[in-house]
């Protein structure tokens, strides 16, 4: 929710750690794209409708953040509401009749605010922003995800098995804060 100078580092250094990750996951760029673009802009869109302010939408996916096990497939939740407003921001609301199936909103942002992504610079962004803490913190998320997928693979794969008919089943809603 920073301006000017600052809004701009950050963005740039958010993109950055954006491409290193998409680098190394080759196959994130067109899911995470076609998940901002299907649930994230819904989420942006009912965001501008109700009124909600750019601090609204930060403090909104915080909460979100903090509420969920894991954002594997609630991401764009969080991040769509947020290229939306720092697009509206940088280009005075004329993104929005470029936005494609595959559109990759971090690109359309970083070109918007004249960015270069500093993939150079990325360990040394770490130490700015935790990295140390949060590599702990994920190592251990691990461990803990590692030890509940053996659980369930005990109890769902080697264990005795219920096999649903799923023309059966009437509700067809997910919650997608907790997939594992």
């Known amino acids: 929710n920073s301006a000017g100078k600052q809004r701009r580092t950050a963005v740039r250094d958010a993109l950055s750690f954006r491409v290193v990750r ?4 080759r196959q994130s760029p067109q899911r995470e794209n076609a998940v901002e673009i299907r649930e994230g802009l819904a989420q942006y869109t009912g965001m501008r409708v109700a009124g909600q302010s750019a601090a609204q939408v ?3 996916g915080q909460a979100l953040r903090d509420s969920t096990d894991g954002i594997v497939r609630s991401f764009g939740y969080i991040s769509g509401p947020l290229y ?3 697009l509206d921001d940088a280009t005075n609301d004329s993104w929005r009749p470029h936005v494609a199936g595959q559109t990759d909103l971090g690109a359309m942002l970083a070109e918007a605010m004249n960015i270069t992504p500093a993939v150079e610079r990325v360990d040394k962004l770490a130490l700015r922003y935790g990295g140390a803490a949060l590599r702990t913190a994920e190592d ?3 461990e803990v995800r590692q030890a509940r997928l053996t659980r369930w693979r005990e109890t769902l794969v080697e264990g005795p098995v219920l096999i ?3 023309k059966l089943c009437t509700s067809r809603a997910m919650d997608t804060r907790h997939v594992f």
């Open 22 to 25: 998409r680098l190394q996951f």
């Open 58 to 60: 930060v403090k909104h």
């Open 84 to 86: 939306g407003y720092l």
């Open 140 to 142: 251990e998320r691990e």
């Open 164 to 166: 649903v008919d799923l």
